[in-house]
Antibody, heavy 124, light 110 residues
């Protein structure tokens, strides 16, 4: 059974750096095809994809946030870390990490298992 | 990259069918068969219901089906049930292997 759980601060001040950790179980991020992504959702608004890291350490970032985001993995600890710099009140959202669906013949990047999400508020 | 375009809301009566559209461009939806659909009930994490345009993960009823024509993907839900209510999102890979979501469509079962 695959599970993921996000952890990190619930409140950050403007201009600070946010660090979120996704701790997962039930799969290995060293398995060919595996990946973990981050998606956020401001209150009452749509999902927004942030970043994705693959088993081979390839990384993809949202073009609009690329300069502020860094995604890394620790395969031994079964963790993926997302950092976002220069936080602003508009970054207030629920942040989700999710497991990338992979297997023979699967072509796209979709997320079949999600964490419960962690709410982050940006305020002074 | 711009968000994919979805209608804000759709509705239907139990037993009926509804279709939700997702319009992008030749750089995303039209680029390849890498479109997914998610269902999000209130205050819950999204659930994957369609991947690679037409495929259902195990456990998703065959009432849910996906298709694509050109730059527009569609999700059809047949035999509507009250439990289908929620917000539906499409997503697509882009030509540069990034991802983009749609703005979401609220489904109301009348």
């Amino acid at each position: 059974q695959i599970t993921l759980k996000e952890s990190g601060p619930t409140l950050v001040k403007p201009t600070q750096t946010l660090t979120l950790t996704c701790t997962f179980s039930g799969f290995s991020l060293s398995s060919s095809g595996a990946g973990v992504g981050w998606v956020r959702q401001p209150p009452g608004k749509a999902l927004e994809w942030l970043a994705l890291i693959y088993w081979n350490d390839e990384k993809r970032y949202s073009p609009s946030l690329r300069t502020r985001l860094t995604i890394t993995k620790d395969t031994a600890k079964n963790q993926v870390v997302l950092t976002m710099t220069n936080m602003d009140p508009v970054d207030t959202a629920t942040y989700y990490c999710a497991h990338r669906l992979y297997g023979w013949g699967i072509r796209g990047d979709s997320f079949d298992v999600w964490g419960q999400g962690t709410r982050v508020t940006v305020s002074s | 990259q711009s968000a994919l375009t979805q209608p804000p809301s759709v509705s239907g009566s139990p037993g009926q069918s509804v279709t939700i559209s997702c319009t992008g461009s030749s750089n995303d939806v039209g680029d390849s068969n890498r479109v997914s659909w998610y269902q999000q009930p209130p205050a819950t994490a999204p659930k994957l219901i369609i991947f690679d345009v037409i495929n259902r993960p195990s456990g998703v009823p065959d009432r849910f089906s996906g298709s694509k024509s050109g730059n527009t993907a569609s999700l059809t839900i047949s035999g509507l049930q009250a439990e289908d209510e929620g917000v539906y999102y499409c997503s697509s890979n882009t030509g540069s292997r990034t991802l983009v979501f749609g703005g979401g469509t609220m489904l109301t079962v009348l």
